[in-house]
């Protein structure tokens, strides 16, 4: 079926919440907060870059120590993956909430207060009882859902001339938060005298964003335009409503659950990759600085894949190829780390990288080309996270448990492999031209 093209999203990020195109007025309350942020442009820039930082340091930094984790609370594998499928899951328990917050207190008042739990889950995740560590994943992962959903939807409302640049600094941002934290986590280990040592400074990352981001919680104004829109209908050109039939849609449609299940696919090949991939090189034989260096090589990689990808993408009819070839590029990674995992890791970290960027391109791409209005595509976005998440946090742990089981990583290794097959059949289904009628 034809349909008007619709310009990809920029790499890296979720569809936005705001109508950028919409050629209604802004209320007063919002064209206030507008004048406001756009009053202190540097302090709003630093404050994007630094939050971005922070929305993945956390959990990278911990896949090169899951080890010692495990060893110092006694952790079986299976109980150990907890440490990264904790945070997936509140990530997809507190995604649903986060308009909602920002609609009650304001934008930028939620992100202050996702920092300050971020950064207070960070810190409560280093104490010596178990479920200390515990709890702070939850507070981890609950911090960084609030930030995945509001950031986008921030720098598409006040930086609507300069969404493009902005958006490429804040994925770029986020990527190099997490590299930073995979590369430097066992040096921080050595310097800081442990793991918790190494987990407890990214808290300092954290504060020095929360105190960025406080006086623009101060200025800013109750009932932001990013909260309202997520949850308002998005009018038409012609004044006319969407009406109401997303609701129901969504959840009846294949389509929906097609572009979902491969976000969430996409999603549990990532975690995996950070909970485990140090493990898997670690086991085999390289040193732990080494594998923390390879993995962290992976995870720079992905920019190339999440920029690239969804400019091919937003100029296809259809992504079904597209789908596949990304999908095809990570399993030729996971191929090599089952065939010879030492000795090609930088070939198999690189590949694996790039196609992870690039299924995660394709799949925030895929929210905007298969639906027809801003309020659908927000929609979409929430189911895709929610559940997306909690399919994602039963990788870590399912691997865990089976690599506990065989006492080895061939068996998890072909099952990534069945995932990666998983994922292309998604994409033939996701990528075709069709849209989720409003």
């Known amino acids: 079926m034809s349909r008007p093209h619709t310009p990809a999203p920029e790499a890296g990020i979720e569809p936005p919440l705001v109508d950028a195109e919409t050629d209604l007025r802004p209320t007063p309350e919002v064209a206030a907060a507008r004048r406001t942020l756009r009053a202190h442009p540097a302090l709003v820039l630093v404050g994007i870059v ?3 930082l922070n929305m993945r340091a956390s959990l990278a930094g911990v896949s090169p120590l899951l080890g010692e984790i495990s060893g110092d609370f006694g952790l079986s594998a299976t109980m150990g993956s907890l440490v990264t499928t904790i945070p997936l899951i509140f990530m997809g328990v507190a995604s649903p909430l986060a308009p909602r917050l920002a609609r009650r207190w304001g934008t930028e008042t939620v992100l202050l207060a996702a920092l ?6 960070i810190l409560l995740r280093v104490a010596p009882p178990l479920v200390a560590l515990f709890a702070g994943c939850a507070l981890v992962g609950s911090g960084i859902a609030l930030l995945n959903v509001l950031m986008p939807g921030l720098i598409k409302r006040d930086f609507p001339d300069r969404a493009a640049a902005m958006t490429a600094l804040y994925t770029t941002a986020m990527i190099a938060g997490a590299t930073t934290s995979a590369a430097a986590a ?7 005298g442990g793991w918790r040592g190494s987990l407890a400074s990214w808290s300092l990352l954290a504060a020095v964003a929360a105190l960025l981001w406080l006086p623009q919680a101060v200025l800013a104004r109750r009932g932001t335009q990013h909260g309202q829109a997520a949850a ?5 050109r012609d004044g006319k409503g969407d ?3 997303a609701r129901g849609t969504l959840s009846r449609s294949p389509l929906a659950w097609q572009v979902t299940l491969f976000m969430g696919l996409q999603s ?16 085999h034989g390289m040193d732990k600085a080494t594998a923390g260096l390879v993995f962290a090589f992976s995870t720079l990689v992905q920019m190339s894949g999440s920029f690239v990808v969804p400019l091919l993408a937003g100029r296809m009819r259809s992504q079904r190829l597209l789908a596949v070839v990304v999908a095809g590029v990570m399993a030729a990674g996971v191929t090599g780390l089952l065939l010879a995992p030492v000795a090609g890791a930088w070939a198999w970290a690189a590949l694996i990288g790039v196609g992870q960027g690039g299924t995660v391109g394709l799949a925030l791409t895929l929210m905007v080309l298969r639906t027809r209005d801003a309020h659908t595509s927000a929609r979409l976005s929430g189911m895709a996270q929610t559940w997306g998440y909690l399919l994602a946090a039963a990788g870590p ?10 006492g080895g990583w061939t068996l998890p290794l072909l099952l990534m492999l069945a995932v990666c097959a998983a994922l292309a059949l998604l994409g033939l289904g996701a990528g075709r031209d069709r849209t989720i009628a409003s």
């Open 50 to 52: 630094l939050a971005s």
């Open 116 to 121: 300050v739990l971020l950064g207070g889950g």
């Open 186 to 192: 066992v040096p921080l280990e050595n310097a800081l």
């Open 232 to 236: 308002t209908p998005v009018r038409n």
């Open 243 to 245: 009406g109401n039939g």
């Open 268 to 283: 549990l090949m990532a975690y995996v990759t950070i909970a485990w991939m140090p493990t898997i090189l670690t086991d």
């Open 397 to 406: 742990l399912a691997l865990g448990a089976v690599h506990q089981a065989t």
